[in-house]
């Protein structure tokens, strides 16, 4: 296991197109997590997944945006009709839940996928 | 609610001396606490947390990290820092209101000169 992968590393597109991006988390990690990272900024919780369950969202989150976990593994995350505000680095990460399991808290991750609006 | 301040955007230390990054918390009941470096072009990294115990936490790379609950800080240290040291580095909370949810501060800039 090579750690999380993020792919692509780097989107370009024009205002008003969709994007996906995909996470693959380490493969005994249960917990998925997307941040969203601005220059300057720490990361900003987005959403996460125990499993395939989509456990909670945040405000940042618009309509436009859509994450799924389908079996438990990958992850995507998608943005439509992008926004030049939505140019940022989109973080994954994933971790094993519990609390007293080693590791269990610590968040693994990926080296992000940098999303340009033009 | 739960947040991390961390209240230097950039430290600037010379090799060899011993550097210290701040960051205080708040946050109901008793914090998990976590510090994260991340490199250019890189993720972020898992240094070193506090959960419960002593509160002198090492972690790797030398590091260690210093909770103190009357001060509500949880400052980052490291004896004799090395160039390759530089990089960003974040503290982090676990929520209260969620215990599944992480909080980040804003991260600060280490520069350490040769």
């Known amino acids: 296991d090579t750690g999380v992968s993020q792919n692509p590393r780097h989107k370009i597109t024009k205002r008003g197109q969709n994007v996906t991006f995909r996470c693959d988390p380490i493969?005994?990690?249960?917990?998925l997590y997307w941040y969203r990272q601005t220059l300057g900024q720490g990361p900003e919780f987005l959403t996460y997944?125990?499993?395939?369950?989509?456990?909670?969202k945040s405000r940042l989150l618009s309509d436009r945006f859509s994450a799924e976990r389908p079996k438990g593994s990958f992850s995507t995350l998608e943005i439509q009709r992008t926004e030049q505000g939505d140019s940022a680095m989109y973080l994954c990460?994933?971790?094993?839940?519990?609390?007293?399991?080693?590791?269990?808290?610590?968040?693994?991750f990926g080296a992000g996928s940098r999303l340009t609006v033009l | 609610a739960q947040s991390v301040a961390q209240p230097e955007d950039q430290v600037n230390v010379a090799e060899g001396n011993p550097l210290t990054v701040k960051c205080t918390y708040s946050?109901?009941?008793?914090?998990?606490l976590f510090w994260y470096v991340q490199y250019p072009n890189r993720g972020l990294q898992f240094l070193l947390k506090y959960i419960t115990g002593d509160n002198l936490v090492k972690g790797s790379y030398g590091f260690e990290a210093e909770f103190n609950k009357s001060q509500t800080s949880f400052h980052l240290k490291k004896p004799s820092a090395l160039v390759s040291d530089s990089a960003l580095y974040f503290c982090a909370v676990r929520g209260s209101d969620n215990f599944n949810k992480f909080y980040f501060g804003s991260g600060t800039k280490l520069n350490v000169k040769p």
């Open positions: 946050v109901s009941g008793n914090p998990y």
């Open positions: 493969s005994e990690h249960n917990r």
């Open positions: 990460a994933s971790s094993l839940g519990g609390t007293g399991r080693v590791g269990a808290n610590v968040l693994t």
């Open positions: 997944f125990q499993n395939e369950a989509q456990l909670e």
